[in-house]
């Protein structure tokens, strides 16, 4: 297969790029709703007001165990009174309260009709078949009546609300089945390189431990994706061909490292430039290279490999349009003060490793792609405009949390 065409023309800006991403993601965007059992619900976000179908609770019960009575038969005490049944917790109808008579009921019991207050057993001395009461109890205590914690119709879960255990509880105790749901977007990763190994592996000359793949699928789940799949592939054109048709038909993205740089064996680029798809530079450091293709009408975005390269160019294209197909809250850029001077490259917007400081931000490595370990200490990206070539400690600068 002949190399694809390098590109020659002028690099892009980051803005230009984001836009045809975002073209090419927007039916991500559009996807209707689903339901899911809420026993599966943790950590999505619900696609419309979820209102309760039932009162809650289900019917009067007793808050606690000890006995139903009358309140006017305990009025004044110490009174004795028969025991006349005892209602235990479960499928029961209980038999109308008789006024003068005591019955024996456990937490969360059905209160027979009639039947006012519930004295605590810790209230009572039992003596046979009969109870003397101890404290008086007016009409209500230790009662919980129908609907007194949710009435039909009531709000549970606004729309938007991501799902926690919390709310499967109550989703759950009002006995609804599923929850309409955001959709989350089916992604597949495939990272290339023969030089890529396993974790766990013992890697020949040459070889390096495969860590985009992971950190990709990684991010993705964090920000809202199923992932299908996570594949790796030599730099034979037929094995990524073969591979990249194995990630469309499981998913509605595909994200591919490695393969679109400016040297040979470029695999992603030469088979995808045969296939409609559009290669270049953006005008950033780290994550120059780009590109983008619809292979079996499923988008394709192509990452450079070096590690900080693929994870930045995530976070610029792919993280904020996932969060919002997934219904999840956009992360916000913030402007904060520079903690030291720095350069630039002049004509490239950079995105420097920073962190935050009790003063500011500051960074925590070079600019180099291949320096993974200070992306791990890191916890923001440092926005530094393409036409921006110094800076002073002070000045204000951009940043995007990671």
Known sequence: MAHAQRHTGPARSVEEHTAEVS????????????TVPVPDALGRVVAADVVSPVDLPLFRNSQMDGFAVDAATVAAVPVTLPIVATIPAGPTRPAPHVPGTAVRIMTGAALPDGAEAVVPVEDTEVSGDTVTILRPRTAGEFVRDRGSDVASGMLLVPNGTRLEPRHVSVLAAVGLPGVPVRTRPRVAVLTTGAELVDAGSTPAPGQIFDSNGPALAASLRANGADVVSVDRSSDDPDAFRNALHRATSRAELVITSGGVSMGDFEVVKDVLSGMGGRFGKVAMQPGGPQGVAVVDGVPVLTFP???????????????????????????PTETV????????????????????????????????????AAFAWADVLIDIPADTTALTAGDRVKVWPL
């Open 23 to 34: 073209g090419l993601l927007a039916p991500l965007l559009a996807r209707p709703a689903e």
């Open 337 to 372: 003060a520079l903690d030291h001077a720095l350069t630039s490259i002049p004509g490239k917007r950079q995105l420097l490793r920073g962190r935050r400081t009790t003063t500011g931000v500051g960074t925590v490595a070079g600019p180099g792609s291949h320096l993974v």
């Open 305 to 331: 490999g070096n590690p900080v390269s693929t994870l930045v160019s995530f976070e610029l294209f792919v993280r904020p349009l996932l969060r919002r197909a997934a219904g999840l809250p956009a992360i």
